[in-house]
């Protein structure tokens, strides 16, 4: 007679286990992964995409350089954020927007100045343009979506 309420505790053992999982697996099927930025992965897709004439100018060095800089311009204006945080406003930062384009290789620009590199401004608006192009690839740049509502290009 034991054996049979080890059997049914079993049962019921691997029923709740198993509403769990599928519960989880559901959960995060509606969520969109979170997009994480590698500056070597990034890197070696920018420097693969450059013009050859800007890779003639820059070194593999240089391009992280300019990278970090736009990251920490990123930063300073408030269009970047620990992992899990949101930004106040949400649209801090839209792609396409010239001021904010021209602003982020202005501060970039300036960073290699004071920082004694004799980078090119065109180069930086190279390496910027497909950086931005980078992030939209990954899905940390894009438009803003509400919350539970999926993008317009996954619809």
Same mark, same amino acid.
């Given at each position: 007679?034991?054996?049979?309420?080890?059997?049914?505790?079993?049962?019921?053992?691997?029923?709740?286990?198993?509403?769990?999982?599928?519960?989880?697996?559901?959960?995060?099927?509606?969520?969109?992964?979170?997009?994480?930025?590698?500056?070597?992965?990034?890197?070696?897709?920018?420097?693969?995409?450059?013009?050859?004439?800007?890779?003639?100018?820059?070194?593999?060095?240089?391009?992280?350089?300019?990278?970090?800089?736009?990251?920490?311009?990123? @930063?300073? *204006?408030?269009? +970047?954020?620990?992992? !899990? /945080?949101? =930004?106040?406003?949400? #649209? &801090? %930062?839209?792609?396409?927007?010239?001021?904010?384009?021209?602003?982020?290789?202005? @501060?970039? *620009?300036?960073? +290699?100045?004071?920082? !004694? /590199?004799? =980078?090119?401004?065109? #180069? &930086? %608006?190279?390496?910027?343009?497909?950086?931005?192009?980078?992030?939209?690839?990954?899905?940390? *740049?894009?438009?803003?979506?509400?919350? !539970? /509502?999926?993008?317009?290009?996954?619809?």
């Amino acid at each position: 007679m034991a054996w049979v309420f080890f059997v049914v505790g079993i049962v019921v053992v691997v029923a709740i286990a198993l509403y769990a999982v599928g519960r989880a697996v559901a959960q995060l099927e509606s969520e969109r992964r979170p997009a994480v930025y590698e500056l070597a992965a990034a890197s070696a897709w920018i420097a693969a995409r450059l013009p050859d004439e800007v890779t003639a100018r820059l070194s593999f060095d240089e391009l992280g350089q300019i990278l970090g800089w736009h990251l920490d311009w990123f @930063a300073s *204006v408030g269009a +970047a954020s620990e992992h !899990g /945080e949101t =930004i106040a406003g949400g #649209d &801090v %930062v839209r792609e396409g927007s010239v001021a904010m384009e021209d602003a982020a290789v202005d @501060a970039v *620009v300036a960073k +290699a100045l004071s920082a !004694g /590199e004799a =980078i090119d401004a065109l #180069d &930086v %608006v190279c390496v910027l343009d497909l950086q931005m192009r980078y992030l939209s690839e990954i899905g940390a *740049v894009g438009e803003t979506v509400e919350l !539970g /509502e999926a993008p317009k290009s996954e619809r």
